[in-house]
């Protein structure tokens, strides 16, 4: 079997990647704002899908005050860079991290129908410590802030 070049096979990787909907990795010099599903990420979702479905929950005072509200699959982990992009400014404009060493680059965030998003970050904090997930509208007006 013929050995091909680095660079080809490299280019393949790169293309197929391309083709599933994945981004080049970060270690070639292109990030994302978007943390993607992992652990964290699913517990995130799972978390949230469990609030929503709670049945002490009142929906329709959470939508008349403007709280974005769905349930189950209609909560979504966002892997749309731009959108992660303008989460991060607004967790950062939130957490009055804007300009300073510890702002955010990076988020995850969970789409919520289509009446807003929650954001996280886990370099918000120390691994196994509290984080704060900021509840935003979908033109990204903070709504609610919960953790430590």
Known sequence: MPMLRPSVTLSALLLLGAALGCGPPAALGHSS???TADARGS???GKLRA???DPRIDSLRWKAAGFPFATDT???LVTNNRTCTSAVKAFNQ?????NTPGAVTQVYVA???STGYVAMSPQETGPGEWYTEFWFTPKWVLKQQMGA
């Open 94 to 98: 939130a957490s009055q991290r804007i």
């Open 33 to 35: 704002a978007c943390l």
């Open 111 to 113: 789409r919520v129908g």
């Open 51 to 53: 609030l929503y479905s």
């Open 43 to 45: 517990t995130l979702i």
């Open 74 to 76: 209609a909560i979504r």
